[in-house]
């Protein structure tokens, strides 16, 4: 896979392959694992025809309708993501309680270690080549299609072994504990798996809102930029910060002397935006920057009390 949009064609397509397999085998075995494994990949399907979509809106540049470009969309599809499979997950682990407490249900052992099979070798497939693609296209919406198949090989293979165990169970002579596998099994997956939805969720939540992006990034951006000002005599240098999906948006106020006079005038502050520019996308490729003037502090101040607001140190 060479391009992005390709790698999520190739994501949504198995997540389709698996799904409708899932839904195919629970209907033979009676297991609400199988079908849980159906529901999460259906549902990923479809916010995966919605990520393709925003794959292709977010390589476009920022228009009238779109003054800050499409970012946005990349993290609300990953909100949207994280909410749909963290409820269908929620979902899943009442109805297995309700079944736990009901003394179980059979299923049909055959069948479903073979869907099992099926499911870890294709789950695991997807996964690897993700990574291989992930590589070479590290971005938001890759990532979380990767981290969503690596989690749903190693739930397959978890299964897969649980599944094996039921013939070994009635070799045994313990039949009395065949009925709660795959309930038990259900509970123990969704427990699992439950931090992923929620983590992205939360991440692209943050996005939504316009929280700064994490500290390991601010520190190395704003480092950036005050080595690209450090010829000049900067006052106070006021750095703000938004990372909606793959786009970094910067802006700086800069604030110099009342009586500061570039000798080559407009054109000389236009340079010094410009090398702040290349040192910030040093650190971040996809970065826009706006970087202000200004002799006045009060243009510069702080949103709130609590932001720092300090000279750059020499």
């Known amino acids: 896979m060479k391009t992005e949009r390709g790698v999520l064609i190739l994501s949504a397509l198995m997540a389709l392959l698996v799904g409708s397999a899932a839904v195919t085998a629970a209907s033979v075995t ?3 694992a199988i079908l849980l ?46 909410l749909l499979i963290l409820g269908v997950s929620l979902f899943a682990l009442g109805d297995a309680v309700l079944a736990l407490f009901a ?7 055959g069948p479903a270690i073979l869907y099992a099979l099926f499911a870890t070798l294709t789950c695991s497939f997807t996964a690897w080549t993700l990574y291989r693609a ?10 979380a299609d990767f981290e969503n198949w690596l989690i749903n090989s190693l739930i397959s293979g978890s299964v897969l072994l649980t599944f094996s165990f039921i013939p070994v169970a009635r070799w045994l002579g313990w039949q009395q504990i065949v009925p709660y596998v795959d309930s038990v099994l259900v ?4 427990l699992f798996c439950l931090g992923m939805p929620i983590r ?22 704003r480092a950036a930029i005050e080595g690209a000002l450090a010829d000049l005599t900067v006052r106070q240098l006021e750095v ?11 802006m700086t106020h800069v604030v110099l002397p009342a009586d500061y006079a570039p000798a080559g005038g407009l054109a000389e502050l236009d340079q010094v935006r410009e090398r702040l520019r290349r040192a910030v996308a040093g650190v971040c490729p996809n970065t ?10 009060k243009w510069a101040a702080p949103c709130t009390p609590d932001q720092q607001t300090r000279p750059v140190s020499r």
């Open 30 to 32: 009676h297991s609400q």
């Open 37 to 82: 494994d159906g529901l999460f990949n259906l549902v990923y399907f479809l916010v995966a025809l919605v990520t393709v979509r925003i794959s292709a809106l977010t390589a476009q540049p920022d228009d009238r309708k779109f003054p800050f470009g499409y970012g946005y969309f990349e993290s609300l599809v990953n909100a949207g993501k994280g």
């Open 134 to 143: 992930k590589e070479r296209l590290d971005t938001p919406l890759v990532r």
């Open 288 to 297: 826009v920057t706006d970087t202000l003037f200004t002799a006045d502090p």
């Open 103 to 109: 003394g179980g249900r059979a299923i049909v052992a």
């Open 200 to 221: 992205m969720a939360r991440g692209a939540l943050r996005e939504l809102l316009n929280r700064a992006p994490p500290r390991q990034l601010r520190r190395p951006v």
């Open 187 to 190: 509970i123990a997956v969704v």
């Open 240 to 250: 703000r910060m938004v990372r909606p999906g793959r786009q970094l948006y910067v």
